[in-house]
């Protein structure tokens, strides 16, 4: 597969702060890469290394394999950091025109991306007067008029409403329908879950995790149960060598899994000694909750 | 190159200040042609500018270049602005996000400093041959043409000028900052130093040191056009002063005025590239 961007040990220091630590990662052609971490983990930070606007402490990236320099590299990129930044004074076509030329690509894209984003109607009025929602849309379209092989995305729906947000979700699932790569930095897990396929953790600007979203499995999951008779289900889970953490919740007995079973393995060993369930469920965590579990690992 | 000068021309000619400061400065300058019209009319003193002599080739070329280097100020706000509303818009950023280099940002703003100080070069010029035209008299060919070195004089000391104000807007990323820093260092880093030398010791010692200043070295370019006015000559020679001065343009002083603008291209340039954004 092709390698778009590859992060090696990448630090930046701010004076005795230090925002990210020895980073690794690897971004490949075709995936949809979530960078996900609580605010101040680094992401931004990390963005704008590999964009050119922060100079790294130490470590080194490289964006397509090396082949050709940081700034070119740039023009094959299409990037969002936080807000969007245009000349307030232009309308949103000579906002565009102007990244054309700065991108070295032709005007003709303009009316098609501001009609993806939905902007067609308001191309002639001027940034000031756009709403951020419009702002943050213009950005995108921005980004996407080189029909870049990759498109990054920093907190692409933060202080948007609800419409706002559901607006923007929609482009982004779009734009990664067509094979576009997207790499979507957020502290917002569910964004992260819905749209990403894979995902690196940050928490401190060190890097807790990086693979595929389902691969990201903390633990074989647990089951949710309940029988006529709780007492004697707690003493044989508590007794079983296979489940930690047995404890009950709202009604429920829930017990970790420390090895897998399936469902019906349980059932049936339960009937057998005597327990009769009136609900059984075995699931896994959810990416908020293997993330709550991986940051609290970690600061233990 | 030209790409970077059409990236710089959008970014200035949709924003209306900008057009409207540029488009003033250029009037302003063809506003000097109208010295021309103007005709003393006081009880006894009666005359014609014109006919004092400074519309003389190739008087005029040193006297007008003198005279329009004031305008200089009107476009220095465009240059500050030019940068300092890139930081403040954060757009600084985004272009370089985009995939323009720290290099060619440094580079587009120069070039545009650049075109500026053309234009105004081959616009003064334009008015200087126009109205020497019609009220010189001295007409021949090699006189007209005499002297042109105070036009290469005035652009550089354009450049100069526009590159310090250009260095100063990266250094305060704010306008009015900017333009304050730099009268504050007009006043304190230039006009007050050269009292002292001038009190303390000598008007010449004065001049000398303060000639490789940043101000003071562009203010050396063109010395001061009047006392070379035979009205003021011979006014001078009856209160019995004799004033021999060397008029011309000393390229020593341009070759100065040529290192403080590396030294600002370069600053503004390792500035950039040092600052996170």
């Known amino acids: 597969m092709k390698t778009i961007l590859k992060v090696q040990n990448l630090?930046?220091?701010?004076?005795?702060?230090?925002?990210?630590?020895?980073?690794?990662?690897?971004?490949?052609?075709?995936?949809?890469?979530g960078i996900l971490g609580p605010n101040g983990s680094g992401k931004s930070t990390t963005l704008g290394i590999v964009l050119n606007v922060v100079n790294k402490t130490s470590g080194d990236f490289s964006w397509f394999d090396g082949s050709i320099n940081t700034h070119q590299s740039l023009k094959r990129v299409g990037a969002i950091i936080e807000r969007p930044n245009f000349y307030p004074y232009m309308t949103a076509v000579q906002n565009l025109?102007?990244?054309?030329?700065?991108?070295?690509?032709?005007?003709?894209?303009?009316?098609?991306?501001?009609?993806?984003?939905?902007?067609?109607?308001?191309?002639?009025?001027?940034?000031?007067?756009?709403?951020?929602?419009?702002?943050?849309?213009?950005?995108?379209?921005?980004?996407?008029?080189?029909?870049?092989?990759?498109?990054?995305?920093?907190?692409p729906t933060n202080g948007l409403d609800p419409q706002g947000i559901h607006q923007i979700r929609e482009i982004i699932k779009i734009i990664a329908?067509?094979?576009?790569?997207?790499?979507?930095?957020?502290?917002?897990?569910?964004?992260?879950?819905?749209?990403?396929?894979?995902?690196?953790?940050?928490?401190?600007?060190?890097?807790?995790?990086?693979?595929?979203?389902?691969e990201m499995i903390v633990s074989h999951g647990f089951f949710e149960l309940k029988a006529e008779n709780n007492e004697a289900l707690l003493s044989f889970l508590k007794l079983n060598p296979n489940f930690s953490n047995v404890r009950e919740e709202s009604g429920l007995i829930i017990a970790d899994l420390k090895a897998e079973i399936n469902a019906s393995e349980l059932n049936k060993e339960l009937y057998n000694n005597g327990i009769i369930l009136s609900h059984l469920v075995k699931r896994k965590e959810s990416l908020e909750e293997q993330f709550l579990e991986l940051t609290k690992n970690q600061s233990n | 190159m030209l790409r970077l000068l059409q990236i710089e021309f959008i970014k200035l000619w949709n924003n209306r200040a900008s057009k409207v400061l540029i488009l003033s400065y250029f009037i302003l300058m063809i506003l000097i042609a109208g010295i021309s019209m103007i005709k003393v009319d006081f009880g006894p003193l009666k005359f014609h500018i014109a006919d004092v002599g400074i519309f003389n080739f190739p008087y005029i070329w040193?006297?007008?270049?003198?005279?329009?280097?004031?305008?200089?100020?009107?476009?220095?706000?465009?240059?500050?602005?030019?940068?300092?509303?890139?930081?403040?818009?954060?757009?600084?950023?985004?272009?370089?996000?985009?995939?323009?280099?720290?290099?060619?940002?440094?580079?587009?703003?120069?070039?545009?400093?650049?075109?500026?100080?053309?234009?105004?070069?081959?616009?003064?010029?334009?008015?200087?041959?126009?109205?020497?035209?019609?009220?010189?008299?001295f007409n021949e060919f090699s006189i007209i043409f005499s002297d042109l070195e105070y036009l290469a004089a005035y652009f550089i000391k354009l450049i100069g000028f526009f590159s310090f104000c250009f260095f100063v807007g990266i250094l305060v990323k704010r306008s009015a900052f900017a333009l304050g820093f730099l009268f504050i260092?007009?006043?304190?880093?230039?006009?007050?130093?050269?009292?002292?030398?001038?009190?303390?010791?000598?008007?010449?010692?004065?001049?000398?040191?303060?000639?490789?200043?940043?101000?003071?070295?562009?203010?050396?370019?063109?010395?001061?056009?009047?006392?070379?006015?035979?009205?003021?000559?011979?006014?001078?020679?009856?209160?019995?002063?004799?004033?021999?001065?060397?008029?011309?343009?000393?390229?020593?002083?341009?070759?100065?005025?040529?290192?403080?603008?590396?030294?600002?291209?370069y600053l503004s340039y390792a500035l950039l590239k040092k600052r996170d954004l």
């Open chain 1, 11 to 33: 630090t930046k220091k701010y004076g005795y702060l230090t925002a990210v630590k020895d980073l690794s990662f690897t971004i490949e052609k075709g995936n949809v890469y």
């Open chain 1, 97 to 155: 025109k102007l990244v054309c030329k700065i991108k070295e690509v032709d005007e003709s894209k303009i009316e098609e991306k501001l009609e993806l984003v939905g902007l067609l109607d308001r191309k002639n009025s001027k940034f000031k007067t756009y709403s951020l929602g419009m702002k943050q849309r213009l950005a995108i379209a921005s980004a996407l008029l080189n029909d870049p092989e990759i498109l990054i995305l920093d907190e």
């Open chain 1, 177 to 214: 329908a067509q094979g576009t790569t997207i790499l979507l930095a957020s502290h917002l897990l569910d964004e992260v879950e819905k749209v990403c396929s894979h995902v690196v953790i940050l928490r401190k600007g060190e890097k807790l995790y990086s693979g595929r979203v389902d």
């Open chain 2, 62 to 137: 040193h006297f007008n270049t003198f005279m329009a280097a004031f305008l200089k100020v009107f476009l220095a706000i465009v240059i500050v602005s030019m940068i300092a509303n890139e930081y403040s818009n954060k757009t600084i950023k985004q272009n370089l996000i985009d995939g323009l280099s720290k290099k060619e940002l440094i580079l587009s703003k120069f070039l545009t400093i650049g075109v500026f100080s053309l234009a105004s070069t081959v616009f003064i010029f334009l008015i200087s041959l126009f109205l020497g035209l019609i009220y010189s008299d």
């Open chain 2, 185 to 265: 260092w007009f006043i304190g880093a230039e006009i007050i130093p050269y009292t002292y030398l001038a009190s303390k010791y000598s008007k010449e010692l004065a001049d000398n040191v303060t000639s490789f200043f940043p101000f003071g070295s562009m203010w050396s370019t063109i010395t001061e056009p009047f006392s070379r006015l035979n009205v003021i000559k011979s006014a001078a020679q009856q209160v019995g002063e004799d004033i021999t001065r060397d008029y011309s343009v000393q390229p020593l002083q341009l070759v100065i005025v040529l290192c403080w603008t590396a030294i600002f291209i």
